[in-house]
Antibody, heavy 129, light 107 residues
């Protein structure tokens, strides 16, 4: 059974860099997309970005200038760095495993879908001076 | 602002059927996945693809789609289904996007 274990600093000062790592246990690292998602207190989920095993990345445009997601395949780990944090970056940060698939719908063509089936437990990150 | 729109709150009587919807133009190209989140817990995948349930998800959960709207239906809602539900898909540029979430109350 695949498990994701995540860790990183939980308290940051404004302008510092958030750094989180997620380790993958019990399953293959290749063939999947490895994502970061965050949730500010009392608010909804926000997709931050993703990386595949070969290092190809895809970022939320609203965060792209500050975000770097990297992968270490030798350790089955992937990491998130978010620079120049402010109080608005205070959130629970989740890592997740994602994958693509598709189905054919008669008369409507092919529908692709992406889903995240394994999630880490979350890391609370607070930005405060 | 989210490109996937969900009703903020929905309620259902115990044992009745409830539908939670998610609207967005990108749903014409990409199918949605649905996540259940209870307070203090990580989200859990409940529906993906055409209408697939991960192992361990009760069959009272089902999914459907028509045009720009994806739906999550709970047939015979239980008290333990009270949670926040989020749809997720891709936007027109292929970036991930979540709906704003729907808080489900079971009365």
């Amino acid at each position: 059974q695949v498990q994701l274990q995540q860790w990183g600093a939980g308290l940051l000062k404004p302008s510092e860099t958030l750094s989180l790592t997620c380790a993958v246990y019990g399953g293959s690292f290749s063939g999947y997309y490895w994502s970061w998602i965050r949730q500010p207190p009392g608010k909804g989920l926000e997709w931050i970005g993703e990386i595949n095993h070969s290092g190809s990345t895809n970022y939320n445009p609203s965060l792209k200038s500050r975000v770097t997601i990297s992968v270490d395949t030798s350790k089955n780990q992937f990491s998130l760095k978010l620079s120049s944090v402010t109080a608005a970056d205070t959130a629970v940060y989740y890592c997740a495993r994602g994958q693509w698939d598709y189905y054919d719908s008669s008369g409507y063509g092919r529908y692709y879908y992406y889903y995240m089936d394994v999630w880490g437990k979350g890391t609370t990150v607070t930005v405060s001076s | 602002s989210s490109e996937l729109t969900q009703d903020p709150a929905v309620s259902v009587a115990l044992g009745q059927t409830v539908r939670i919807t998610c609207q967005g133009d990108s749903l014409r190209s990409y199918s949605a996945s649905w996540y259940q989140q209870k307070p203090g817990q990580a989200p859990v995948l409940v529906i993906y693809g055409k209408n697939n349930r991960p192992s361990g998800i009760p069959d009272r959960f089902s999914g459907s789609s028509s045009g720009n709207t994806a739906s999550l239906t709970i047939t015979g809602a239980q008290a333990e289904d009270e949670a926040d539900y989020y749809c997720n898909s891709r936007d027109s540029s292929g970036k991930g996007v979540f709906g704003g979430g729907t808080k489900l109350t079971v009365l």
